[in-house]
């Protein structure tokens, strides 16, 4: 397993992105009605297997000082693994070396997976913040990111 840069036109963190939108439209049973385009400011990191990116992540400056988990997926024949600590791991550090002392993200209420996950590595929950604001079915999380010694 590789985990490396990728630009956001990238091809595979295109269609990573598309089954992401696709499956949470899936999920959200047409409640959330959020599904996003990509941004461009995205700094995306790609989980690569045998050659082929199977999952994906980003950071998304929100100030100086926070940036943002964006677009994390890892396709579901390639889950259990543990590939998604690792991923957030790698977007933790790439966040840091950003200067951000602060990472947070928004989920959907429904994704129990994903809070699991974001919980047992220390995220807190906070209040919905930005776009989410109005959408009942956001769920943020705060980490302090520690500092370098």
Do not use: W
């Not at 490396?4 to 499956?23: K, N, Y």
């Amino acid at each position: 397993m590789l985990i490396e840069s990728r630009p956001a036109t990238d091809p595979e963190i295109d269609a990573l992105v598309s089954a992401q939108q696709r499956e949470l439209r899936e999920a959200d049973g047409g409640l959330d009605g959020q599904a996003t385009v990509t941004h461009d400011d995205i700094r995306y990191l790609a989980v690569v297997v045998d050659g082929r990116a199977v999952a994906c992540g980003g950071i998304q400056a929100l100030d100086p000082t926070t940036g943002e988990v964006k677009r994390m997926y890892v396709r579901p024949a390639y889950r259990g693994r543990g590939i998604a600590r690792q991923l957030l791991t790698a977007l933790e550090e790439l966040a840091f070396q950003q200067g951000h002392s602060m990472v947070c993200l928004e989920t959907g209420v429904y994704l129990t997976a994903a809070i699991g996950l974001y919980t047992s590595c220390g995220y807190q929950p906070i209040p919905v913040y930005g776009e989410y604001v109005n959408n009942p079915y956001s769920v943020c999380f705060a980490k302090r990111l520690p500092v370098a010694a």
